[in-house]
């Protein structure tokens, strides 16, 4: 089981960008995947997921209209579409899944994760 976070990058603030998380080992249809951050002396935040079952997707309320999840089973990879980003948006973005645990989405918590892929750095100028 392999995930790959990628897309990060330098962006001004009002801007977008969209984060992939490539999966390999796995199809990303079958187990719900998350996507998180964790900005510089903070902890790992749940952000929002996609469930296993469906296409239903779940965020957290701070994110909620700015942030939109996806999934092409097809590229075997989810995304995250993030608009409207603010200098405090700046931090590192991980994905992960809950192969064992089935507590992930509608749960985020970082928790029930139980494969992370490596990060990708998201930074917002202001």
């Known amino acids: 089981v392999q995930l790959q976070a990628s897309g990060g990058g330098l962006v001004q603030s009002g801007g977008s960008l969209r984060l992939s998380c490539a999966a390999s080992?796995?199809?990303?249809?079958?187990?719900?995947i998350g996507w998180f951050r964790q900005a510089p002396g903070k902890e790992r935040e749940g952000l929002g997921c996609?469930?296993?079952?469906?296409?239903?997707?779940y965020y957290v309320d701070s994110v909620k209209g700015r942030l939109t999840i996806s999934r092409d089973s097809a590229k075997n990879t989810v995304y995250l579409q993030m608009n409207s980003l603010q200098p405090e948006d700046t931090a590192v973005y991980y994905c992960?899944?809950?192969?064992?645990?089935?507590?992930?989405?509608?749960?985020?918590?970082?928790?029930?994760?139980?494969?992370w892929g490596k990060g990708t750095l998201v930074t917002v100028s202001s």
């Open positions: 080992g796995f199809p990303v249809n079958v187990y719900a």
């Open positions: 996609i469930s296993r079952d469906d296409d239903t997707t």
């Open positions: 992960g899944t809950d192969h064992f645990q089935w507590k992930l989405c509608p749960g985020t918590s970082a928790e029930f994760v139980d494969y």
